[in-house]
Structures are given as structure tokens and as C-alpha cells.
């Protein structure tokens, strides 16, 4: 009900269809080309959740920036429902690692953000900024200012800046990466629970294994950088899942094998 | 350690000093003694108001020191007087040290070291001029500052924005900022048609060079992720100006601003007593063209009235604008 008032009236999918083809990119340092993606392809299903697993420092936010629409990919193509990514866009949303809150705006004026840079109107905009913060269970703090947060009522509030704006493709830049091991597993349901209620198509950058594969339905493993993929693994497991499920022990060592890991 | 704590917990509530009745008789006494000296001390010359500073005095040290003694049920007031008593006595004790030396005992040389009741005759008979000379520095100074904060701010704003006009203002910015406004006076005063112009010319240029570096170094440190989170919510180029980098930006723009006031200030007292016919600055120099040295203490009074009067409404305004930097920062 929360999330019928942010959702996109005409959709019958609320997620996009993302394809990834053959995407190669280079950062430039100095001169010197320096590869981080190299030849990526991938294809996500509307409303699909995927996780990208790799080393730190292998390109995985790189590509979820390409996608994001902030910087040209050096090679290949990036397409969202079959239309290619030029720029960013509202409908698809990035969450950063640090909350990135306004510190000058309130957490009402934060998740506004969105729905005033598209030139929403005045009246509409309270009823969908009180939504997303219920949804993310954050009404009654409307008012506060970021540094009176907490981490994981941060990485709340930057969930519903995001939410507020119907996005149709979330992209989760391991959003729960400098979080306390309680906050993670709570924010982990907390997402898996928005994921189902609103099916918006799910990009999630991790390094954390198990996270992973709780919440997606499918986990891409990288190499090292430059990434490529090194495996494709569908996680066939009804949610909610569990840690210590057998079958997600298994795929968890065949990962950690993969990625080169002593288990 | 119970000794270190000891002198830490007492230093802020003005402790080593007797508790507050006795603070408050001490108060008293030191008002009264000095309306007592006054009054009935011979002077060495004529001064047409030391029984009225006398009268002040003694008003002074019968009103406060009461009021001091009840200071507790006071309430916000109250304790305002409370944390005050200390000072309020070191001022009667220093007007009395004043009093004594000058009109008093002559210790210091008479014309160029005039007594209380001197510069009290200026406040009293002289109030027109004084007056109007504060209104006229007003007058220049906000129209000075206002243009030049006004034009740094958007020169800033434009120079940490876009690298074509950071390209062509940088270098003129690296040569001429640095140059103190007060050099550019003699050429100021026959470019512009009127002394006051000039004036107006010189108090923006000393505000407008500082708040123009403190915003451009604002804008340009704002955290780049804040404009990835702006572009990928749709923000336009406009949006991103004026909701990300300025508020950003804000809290060095006021660096700029305090640091444009106290360059304000300097010109503009110069800028009167070398040109504009008007002003503290003009009064100033007057004063001392009549050897008219109360006159010269009491514009300087008044000045320095002026000058931390205009600091404090911008640090008001400053922590109206910045209200979400408390507990942010400490200041």
C-alpha cells in the first residue's frame, strides 16, 4: 500500500530490462590507460536481482556507474528496455556506499531531493516524501539533520531518497559496506523486503559472499581487475533464506573457490 | 588530581572571587567610591560635567549592586548580572584609576588624556554630529559591502563553476587580490567623479577579494559524490549550482565575509578621513585637527561600537543560514 503511491502508475513490471554488451572501460592515469572492465556482458530480467562479487578494487562500481549513466563506457553498450544509456536518469538510481546526505538539508529535505530537481509539484511531493520514509522506517525523523543519524539511518535515508522516485533500476554500491554486522542484516532484510513489495530491477556491488546470496537471485563473479566475469551462478533458493541453508554453504565454497580463497 | 579538577570546575563560574553577596557589595562599593571621588575631589581644571558623571555613577552603584545581591531570583537576567559582576567592578575600579590620574591628580599631560566626564560631555553635547557621522559611515560602509559581497559572491560562485572563467579570472585575481584596496585610493579619488563613489568603490573591492576566493574554494571542495547523487535524480546544470555547490559552498562564504568586514572597516576609515567630508573617519580626523582629543576618544568609542556591533549581527546571520552546521561544528 506504502509502496502503491510510489509506484509507476502504468507498469506492469515495475523493473527494467538492463543489457550489458561487451562493456571494456579504462581509467586514464597520467597518460597511461588503465583497464578496469573488460568485455562484460550481462543481462538482468525486469524485476531480476543480481550481485556482483569480486575483489575490492576490480571495477564493480566502475560498471555500476557506467550503467548509472555518470560516465560513458570506453567500449561497448549499455541498454535499459532496449534504449541505450547516454546519461543518468531518474529511473535509475545508485546508492552509494556512504550515505552522501545533504548535511545542510533535513532528511525530509534529502529524500525531496529527487522529486525537486525533476520539478515534481508542491503538493505531490509531501505525500510521496512521508511514503518512502515509512517505508524505509524512518517516519518521525522528517526533520532531523544527517550528522543526528546513525550509519544504518543513514543508509536508510538514502534508500528512500532513491525509492521516492519510482527508480526502475536500483543499483546498490555495497551500500552496507561500513555498516556493524547487526545494522547489515537488518538493512539485508530491509532491502530483500522493498525488492518484494516494489520489483524494481536489482544491481547489488558486494564483496561480502554470503551477503550475496541471501539476497540475490543470481551472483556474477569477477576476476581481479581488469574484471571479467568468471561465473554466472544462479541462487535457486526460496526467500527468506537462511545462512546455513546447505545449498548456500555449497554455492558459498564454490565462490570463495573461484575467487581464490581458502575455505 | 582532586587538584586539577579542582582549578578546572572553578575557572569558568569567575571562582577564586568572594560568593555573590559579598560580590554584589563589592560592586557597589566601587561604583560609590568612584561617584565619591568624582564629586568631592579638587580637580586640576574645569570640566562642565563631573558632577553628572558623579550622578551616573552613584545611580550605577545603587542599582546594581541590589540587584546583584538578588541576582539568583533574577532569572536569565539575573544571571547574566551574576557572570557580569567581576567585569562590571573592574570597570568602576578602572574609571576611578581614569579619573584620578586625569582630572584628578594631572599625572598624565592634560589636553591629549581628557577625563570621563570630557568624553561624556562629548556624548552629550556633540550627539548630532557624532550621530550623523555614524549614519553617514553606515551609509557608505553597507553600500560598499553589500556590492561587493554581492559581485564576489557570484564571481565566485562562477569561478569555481566553470574552468573558462577560472581560466581568465585566476590570474587577474592572483595579481591584483593581493593588493591591499587603501593603494588604489589616490587613483580611486580621480577616476571617480565623487569622493563618495570612489569610496563605495574601494569598500567593495576590499570585501569583494575575499569572499570572491573563500566562495570559489568553497564551491570548488564540494564533495564530488554530492553532484553524482544531484545528476543521477535528474538535476539540472542550474540545480546543481544553486542546491548543491552554493549551500555546500556556504559555511567558506562566510569566512570571506567576516575576513571582506574587517577589510571593509579599514578602507572605510580611510577612505573618510582622505576624502568623503563625512563619517567616523571624517570626525575623527577633525577632531584631532581641533585638538579636540574627547572628541577624538568618544568617536573611537563609537566606532569600535559600530565595528563589533556589525561582527555580531553577522555571526547572528551566520548561525541563522548555517543553523544545520550545530553540533556539527564547534564554535
Known sequence: MVAAILERPNADVAGSRLAIEAVSHAFDIRGTALPVLDRISLDVAPGGFVALLGPSGCGKSTLLRLVAGLEPPGAGRIAVDGRRVEGPDPSRLLVFQDPTLYPWRTVQGNVRLGLEARGVAKPDRAAKVEAALRLVGLDGFAEVFPHQLSGGMAQRAALARALVNAPRLLLLDEPLGKLDALTRLALQAEILRLWQETRFTTLLVTHDVEEALVLAERVIVLSDRPAAIRADLPVDLPYPRHRDDPELVRLRRTILGILGQPI | ?331
Open chain 2, 1 to 331: 588530581m582532586a587538584h586539577l579538577t579542582g582549578f578546572a570546575g572553578t575557572l569558568p563560574s569567575a571562582a577564586r572571587l568572594p560568593g555573590p553577596p559579598l560580590r554584589a557589595l563589592v560592586l557597589g562599593a566601587a561604583w560609590l567610591a568612584l561617584a565619591g571621588a568624582t564629586y568631592a575631589l579638587p580637580e586640576e581644571g574645569d570640566f562642565a560635567y563631573t558632577a553628572t558623571f558623579a550622578a551616573v555613577a552613584l545611580a550605577l552603584g545603587l542599582a546594581l549592586a541590589p540587584l546583584a545581591a538578588l541576582s539568583a531570583r533574577l532569572g536569565r537576567a539575573g544571571a547574566s548580572l551574576a557572570h557580569w559582576t567581576p567585569w562590571l567592578t573592574l570597570v568602576a575600579l578602572g574609571f576611578l584609576a581614569w579619573e584620578l590620574i586625569t582630572a584628578k591628580f594631572a599625572l598624565l599631560p592634560m589636553p591629549f588624556f581628557p577625563p570621563p566626564q570630557a568624553i561624556l560631555e562629548v556624548f552629550l553635547d556633540d550627539w548630532p554630529r557624532l550621530g550623523g557621522s555614524i549614519l553617514a559611515s553606515l551609509k557608505l560602509l553597507a553600500g560598499g559591502y553589500l556590492i561587493g559581497a554581492g559581485l564576489g559572491f557570484v564571481l565566485g560562485v562562477a569561478i569555481g563553476w566553470s574552468k573558462a572563467v577560472g581560466y581568465w579570472a585566476h590570474p587577474i585575481l592572483r595579481f591584483v587580490g593581493p593588493l591591499p584596496a587603501t593603494a588604489w585610493l589616490p587613483l580611486a579619488f580621480f577616476v571617480f567623479h565623487s569622493s563618495w563613489s570612489a569610496s563605495t568603490f574601494l569598500i567593495a573591492l576590499a570585501t569583494g577579494f575575499p569572499v570572491t576566493v573563500l566562495t570559489w574554494s568553497g564551491v570548488a571542495g564540494v564533495n564530488k559524490a554530492y553532484f553524482d547523487v544531484a545528476r543521477t535524480l535528474g538535476a539540472s546544470p542550474a540545480f546543481l549550482v544553486l542546491r548543491v555547490a552554493v549551500p555546500a559552498a556556504l559555511p567558506h562564504v562566510f569566512v570571506g565575509l567576516f575576513m571582506g568586514l574587517g577589510g571593509a572597516f579599514a578602507v572605510l576609515v580611510v577612505a573618510e578621513m582622505l576624502g568623503v567630508r563625512a563619517g567616523l573617519g571624517w570626525y575623527l580626523q577633525w577632531a584631532q585637527g581641533w585638538a579636540a582629543y574627547a572628541n577624538l576618544y568618544a568617536a573611537l568609542i563609537v566606532m569600535a561600537l559600530m565595528c563589533s556591533g556589525l561582527i555580531s549581527l553577522l555571526f547572528r546571520f551566520r548561525d541563522r543560514v548555517l543553523s544545520w552546521q550545530k553540533g556539527l561544528v564547534q564554535w
